[in-house]
T-cell receptor
């Protein structure tokens, strides 16, 4: 099955800094999603982005399907951005496979 | 949690006892999923359902069974709990399966002593 690799595993930022999180897939995907898990454990879907670029406020995501990777950009980070960011993908299946996540800590 | 309720939210049980976790949705979504989350592993799919009485295995299905007798309810059963099944279990729903957005419940923390 598809292998999902996320980098970096950990990221520490000061408020106001920008960051880029990366997700690599071992094989093609036509379903790719980004999630944020806050410090209380709640999982929120950020983007459904099998290809192209999307933006939502300070967050944006780009997926280059032909090269099997996706990037999540966080600009002007805030303490509320802290948590774990997961990407997940699938190809012609309902079984979404998750990466192990990037843990982000934003300090004031 | 977008109309998804997991119960119980916390449970402590002993090795060898049966455990059932319930996921209830009010969104009338066709697809429902059970994931487990463990440190260092992210989220791993246990089982999922693509309709009433229609289920399929995920990556880590051994030791788990599921049932879906109604659109709104998806049950996860551990027939004989083991310490390796100590985890946080998340239910998720999706309107159109793999091509649509996955929405998660709040999670159920299970501790098997």
């Amino acid at each position: 099955g598809i292998q999902v690799e996320q980098s970096p595993p950990d990221l520490i930022l000061q408020e106001g800094a920008n960051s880029t999180l990366r997700c690599n897939f071992s094989d093609s995907v036509n379903n790719l999603q980004w999630f944020h898990q806050n410090p209380w454990g709640q999982l929120i879907n950020l983007f459904y982005i099998p290809s192209g670029t999307k933006q939502n406020g300070r967050l944006s995501a780009t997926t280059v399907a032909t090269e099997r990777y996706s990037l999540l950009y966080i600009s002007s980070s805030q303490t509320t951005d802290s948590g774990v960011y997961f990407c997940a993908g699938a190809y012609n299946t309902d079984k979404l496979i998750f990466g192990t996540g990037t843990r982000l800590q934003v300090f004031p | 949690d977008a109309g998804i309720t997991q119960s119980p939210r916390h449970k402590v049980t002993e090795t060898g006892t049966p455990v059932t976790l319930r996921c209830h949705q009010t969104e009338n979504h066709r697809y429902m999923y059970w994931y487990r989350q463990d440190p260092g592993h992210g989220l791993r799919l246990i089982h999922y359902s693509y309709g009433v009485k229609d289920t399929d295995k995920g990556e880590v299905s051994d030791g788990y069974s599921v049932s879906r007798s109604k659109t709104e309810d998806f049950l996860l059963t551990l027939e004989s709990a083991t310490s390796s099944q100590t985890s946080v279990y998340f239910c998720a729903i999706s309107e159109a399966g793999g091509a649509n957005v996955l929405t998660f419940g709040a999670g159920s923390r299970l501790t098997v002593l």
